[in-house]
């Protein structure tokens, strides 16, 4: 269904059900919008009133004028046309939008714009309608949202690097030391995916269905996955930079297991784990309907993994090789 913005008749219908006490879910179902919409709509257009708190509230005239003049300032590009033909000259040029937004007041433009609100015009219906994209210097097929562009040193600290794991991780001297990944498929699967970890020092799989990426709900699946192994087993596992880890803190307070970053493109630090992915396409190629996937069937594919000799392991199996770890734990 195309995006249409909330308009002055149903913000008076979501001001008499909020004065009746009717709650969010229950508005959004009256009006036909998804809760979070509802949720959004008032927080964004809530009336404050300082010098009178009492009258602070919802109101659907207030919140549509509210609405109106912030979608007049995103829509500048729109109603502006002299500001807008010098922004599509300087794209054509090849130029970034922030490099157009800070030289506004250098190339005698009396209004301002910002970087964003360029990429928004960019990509917004009239600015595909140019193919004005296809002038930045890394298109994409929509705009990212400001959130999921933080820089990803903040997310996955210096400290955590690969680089400064101790030194007996990287020779697979002690049990217990992991590498993760999750295994993609095709978009028709949608969230869903299967994470995999590999013990470094005895090579031993573990693979199970993630029905969603986000990486609260991946740790979270993990730690469920990790939390029966003793302590010494769940040392540490090693990741990738990709954005469904970044909730790794989780693992150090809810299991005590560290976390060690591979370098940004570097797949190859961790390459038992990429080992095992290769291995397991072969039970689980890209076309897989994961839906259809029983827990049942995912241990099998384990079961196959780890019951085959290793040359590495002198021929022992992972099976047989994590058992005799265990085994010194107790």
């Known amino acids: 269904m195309a995006h249409a913005e909330l308009d002055l008749r149903e913000?008076?219908?979501i001001e008499d059900m909020l004065n009746a006490k009717v709650p969010v879910s229950k508005i959004a179902a009256e009006?036909?919008?998804?809760?979070?919409t509802v949720y959004r709509e008032i927080k964004r257009n809530h009336f404050e009133d300082s010098e009178?708190?009492?009258l602070s509230g919802y109101y659907g005239v207030s919140a549509q004028r509210t609405a109106d003049a912030r979608r007049a300032r995103r829509r500048k590009l729109i109603r502006l046309e002299d500001l807008r033909?010098?922004?599509?000259d300087r794209l054509k040029t090849g130029w970034t939008p922030e490099q157009i937004a800070g030289r506004l007041g250098y190339d005698g433009q009396p209004i301002r714009v910002s970087h964003e609100t360029i990429y928004a015009y960019v990509y917004s219906r009239e600015g595909q309608s140019e193919q004005l994209a296809r002038h930045l210097p890394s298109r994409r097929k929509k705009r990212q949202p400001c959130y999921s562009r933080r820089p990803r040193g903040q997310v996955f600290p210096p400290d955590r690097s690969i680089h400064q794991r101790p030194e007996h991780v990287k020779t697979r001297e002690t049990f217990g030391e992991w590498e993760g990944d999750?295994?993609?498929?095709?978009r028709s699967q949608g969230n869903m995916n299967v994470a995999s970890l590999v013990e470094r020092k005895t090579r031993y799989a573990v693979l199970f269905r993630?029905?969603?990426?986000?990486?609260?709900?991946?740790?979270?699946?993990?730690?469920?996955?990790?939390?029966?192994?003793?302590?010494?087993?769940?040392r540490?596992?090693?990741?990738?930079?990709?954005f469904e880890f970044r909730a790794w803190r989780k693992l150090k307070s809810g299991i005590g297991t560290e976390s060690w970053f591979c370098d940004p493109q570097a797949p190859w630090q961790k390459g038992s784990v990429e080992n095992l992915n290769k291995r397991a396409r072969r039970y689980l190629p890209r076309d897989t309907q994961l839906a259809a996937l029983s827990n049942r069937y995912m241990k099998a594919i384990c079961d196959r993994l780890n019951g085959t000799p290793r040359k590495c392991l002198r021929w022992r199996t992972p099976k047989e090789a994590f058992r005799e770890e265990m085994m010194k734990l107790r």
């Open 236 to 242: 540490s596992i090693t990741f990738d930079w990709g």
């Open 85 to 88: 033909a010098h922004v599509i």
């Open 210 to 234: 993630n029905n969603d990426r986000s990486s609260t709900h991946l740790m979270n699946k993990l730690m469920d996955v990790m939390e029966p192994l003793p302590q010494p087993a769940r």
């Open 31 to 36: 009006i036909g919008r998804h809760r979070s």
């Open 182 to 186: 999750l295994m993609i498929f095709e």
């Open 11 to 13: 913000r008076r219908a």
């Open 52 to 54: 009178l708190p009492y």
